[in-house]
C-alpha cells in the first residue's frame, strides 16, 4: 500500500467487514494485489528489464505510485484522459500507448508534455505529424516508438521494412525522436515478436538510428522466458489483479486473483434452478473473453450464466447449500479491466475486513 | 428538450459541428430522442395506460424531466442510486424495479420515502420485511408491487397462487400496501404474461384484494397490442434512443436510432484488410445481444467485427471508399444501455450541429 500521507485510503464511514458493505461493489484485497506486485518487479529486477506498468486495469493513482515505488520505470496509458489524471498527481513518466489524432488530443498532448515526459507510439506517418505538430507547441521534442504488428492483427507496421520506414520518417521531423519499438503481442507470439524486432533493429542499425527501447507487454506471456533477449521493457497491466481469464489460462491461481465483486442474492424463485444476483453487465461487462459464463463464485465455480444490465444468474440444481436470499457472494469477473472502470469507487480489503474505499481516478477517462 | 433555465446544455466550449469533437464521444441527437418520445407518449395516452419510463437507458436528468412534461405518471429505477439522482433533482414519483436487501439499501429507501412517493417491487417474503423496516423507519407506508416470472425466468413469483400467497403476505405487513402486479416479459410474452395476471387479478379480487396496478415493460413489444387489455402502466427504456438490436430485430429504423458513437480511424495497417478506430469495449461494451459483431459503422452498415479495451476494428476488404486515417465515423452501438453507462458526458446534437455536453447524473449508480 502507498505510503504517503495523502494516499491514506478515504474511511467515508466504511463498515469493518466486507459482509456490510453495500453492494454490488468490487472488494480489492490488498495483500493479494501487492504480492502481485512485488513479485512482477522481483523478476523485471532480475531479467534486468524496466517494469512500465499498465495502469489502464487500475486506473487509480494510488497502485501507479505504489508501482514506481516498488521499482516501476514509469507507467503506460492508453488514453491521453489516464495521462492526464496520473500526471496531475505527480506522476511525470508517462507512455502513451495509442496513436493521437485531432486537434483536441495535439492540444492535450502539447500540454502535458510541457510538464512531463511523455512518450507515444505511432504506425503512420500522419499520426507522427500530428505528434510534430503538438511537440512543435509544446516547444519540447517528444519521443516516439514506432508500433509494430508482430502477429497481434490490431495495429502496427506490417514488416522491419515498414518499421524502419517509419523511423526514418521520425527521425525527420523536427520536434521527434525515434525512441524504439513496441508491440502488443497476443499470448504466446513473443517469439515471433523477438523475431520481427531482431530483423528491425538490424535494419535500424544499418540505417545508423538507434533503437533503445524494445517494449513488449502482455501479462499472460510474462513469466516466460521465451524472446525475451531482446526486451527492454515490459508494459502489463492485468498482472495486478488477474481476472478469470488468466486463471482458467493456467497463468495465476484463484487465490492470485485481488478483485472480487461483492454482491446479493435479491431473488431464488420456487422453481428451485436458479438464483439472482444484484450484479449485471453493468458490473461484470459482457466480456466473455472465450469463456463460459460471465463470471464464476468464488466459492462454488459455479458460473453466472446470464445476466441482463443489474441481474447475473447462478444455476442452483444439485447445490444443496446455494446460497439463501439476502445472503452475499463474491464473483470472480472474467475480465477485470473494463470491470473497474464501471465504478466510481472499490473497496480496499485485507481478506474480509475493510481498509477504506478508494476511487478510481481514471475511471471513464477514454479520450 | 427541456425548458427549464438550469437545464440549459452545458456548452462547455462545445465545438459546433460534431466533426469537431474529440473522440470517442457519444452524439444524442435530440430532435430523434425527442421524437421517440413524443411518439411513444401519444401511442399511451391513445391506449389509456400510464407511461412510466425506465430511465436506465438515458440516466439523466434533464430526459426524466422532458419525459415527465410529456405526460408520464412518473419514472422506472432500477437501482436506488439512480432514484436518489432523479430525487435530489426534485423528480418524486419513483418505481424501484429491483428487490431491496441489507442496511444500507434500507437506509437509503426510508430516507427517499420521506420525501418522495416511492413504491418497490418484490417477489420473495423477505424482501417484502426489509421494505417494511425501510417504511417503518421512514414513518411512511410503502407501496408494493409483486413481481412476476410470466417467461422471462428472471425475477419473479412463479405462478398466480404465488403471487397471491405474497399479496396477502404484503397487506400484513403493518408498513407496506399491495399496489399491484409487474413483470418483465421477454419479446413476445406479452399474451403468456396477460394470461398470468388475468388469473392473479382473479384470485386477488375473491380474496378481496383491489390490484390497482399492471405494470409491464420492455421497448420491443411496445408497439403490439397483444395482452394489453389488462395493463394498467408500461415501462420502457431503450425507446428514447433505441439502438442495433431493435433495428435488428424489426423494432424501428436506424432514422430511429438517437445515439451514435463517434470515432476516429487512428491505424490502416498496409495489410489493406482493417482499420482501428479509438473506440472498444470501454466505448461499445462487449454486448453481443445475439448479433455479430460489437457495433456497426453507421454509413457502410459494417460491424466492429473485434475490439479489445481501447480499439475496435472494421475490415475494410471490397471496401474502396473505406475511411482514411484521422476521418471519423459514426457507430450504432448494439445496447444503447450500457454504453450510456460508460460515459461522464455525451454531445447533445441535432443532426451535425452540436448543442453542447451534458451530464450522464445518474452514471455508474449500480448500488
Redesign the interface.
Known amino acids: 500500500m502507498p505510503q504517503h500521507e495523502d494516499d491514506i485510503v478515504e474511511l467515508k464511514s466504511a463498515p469493518s467487514s466486507i459482509w ?6 468490487p472488494l480489492l484485497d490488498v495483500d493479494v494485489a501487492n504480492r502481485n506486485l512485488a513479485r512482477w518487479q522481483t523478476r523485471c529486477d532480475e531479467l534486468g528489464i524496466a517494469n512500465r506498468p499498465h495502469i ?1 486495469t487500475h486506473k487509480m493513482v494510488r497502485w501507479a505510485r505504489e508501482q514506481l515505488r516498488l521499482g516501476a520505470a514509469g507507467i503506460t496509458v ?2 491521453l484522459g489516464e495521462a492526464e489524471v496520473m500526471a496531475q498527481a505527480g506522476i511525470s513518466d508517462l507512455f502513451v500507448t ?8 495535439q492540444r492535450r498532448l502539447a500540454a502535458l508534455a510541457r510538464r512531463n515526459s511523455i512518450r507515444v507510439v505511432a ?2 506517418p ?2 507522427c505529424q ?1 505528434v510534430n505538430a503538438a511537440a512543435d507547441h509544446a516547444g519540447r521534442n517528444i519521443n516516439v516508438l514506432v508500433e509494430c ?1 508482430t502477429g497481434g ?7 522491419p521494412l ?1 518499421a524502419l520506414e517509419l523511423a526514418r520518417f521520425i527521425d525527420r521531423q523536427p520536434a521527434l525522436e525515434f525512441a524504439g519499438l513496441m508491440t502488443f503481442p497476443l499470448p504466446g507470439q513473443r517469439l515471433q515478436s523477438a523475431e520481427f524486432f531482431g530483423s528491425t533493429k538490424f535494419l535500424l542499425e544499418e540505417s545508423g538510428l538507434p533503437c533503445h527501447t524494445v517494449s513488449t507487454g502482455g501479462t499472460p506471456d510474462m513469466w516466460s522466458d521465451e524472446g525475451l533477449d531482446i526486451v527492454t521493457e515490459y508494459r502489463a497491466g492485468t498482472y495486478i489483479f488477474n481476472d478469470r481469464s488468466l486463471v482458467d489460462g493456467g497463468h495465476c491461481s484463484a487465490g492470485d486473483c485481488a478483485v472480487t465483486i461483492l454482491a ?8 428451485g434452478d ?1 438464483l ?1 444476483l ?2 449485471g ?3 461484470l ?4 473473453r472465450n469463456l463460459r459464463g460471465f463470471g464464476i463464485e468464488l466459492e462454488s465455480g459455479r458460473q453466472v450464466y446470464a445476466l ?4 447475473g ?1 447462478l444455476d442452483i440444481r444439485d447445490w444443496p447449500s446455494a446460497p439463501e ?2 445472503d452475499m457472494v463474491r464473483l470472480l469477473p472474467n475480465h477485470v ?2 470491470v473497474i ?4 469507487e472499490v473497496a480496499l480489503v485485507q481478506g474480509e475486513r475493510v481498509l477504506g474505499l478508494a476511487r478510481v481516478d481514471a ?2 477517462k ?2
Chains 1, 2 share one sequence.
Not at 20 to 25: V, Y
Not at 98 to 105: A, R
Not at 264 to 271: A, C, L, Y
Not at 285 to 288: A, G, I, K, R
Open positions: 456490510e458493505l453495500d453492494t454490488p461493489i489502464k492508453q488514453k495509442f496513436n493521437l489524432f485531432g486537434s483536441h488530443k504506425d503512420n500522419e499520426c500530428q504488428d492483427k490490431r495495429n502496427g507496421v506490417q514488416s515498414e446479493t442474492v435479491v431473488s431464488k424463485p420456487s422453481s436458479r439472482t444484484d450484479a453487465s453493468k458490473s461487462t459482457s466480456d466473455l441482463s444490465e443489474e441481474h444468474l436470499i439476502g479491466c473494463p472502470n464501471l465504478f466510481d475511471r471513464g477514454v479520450q
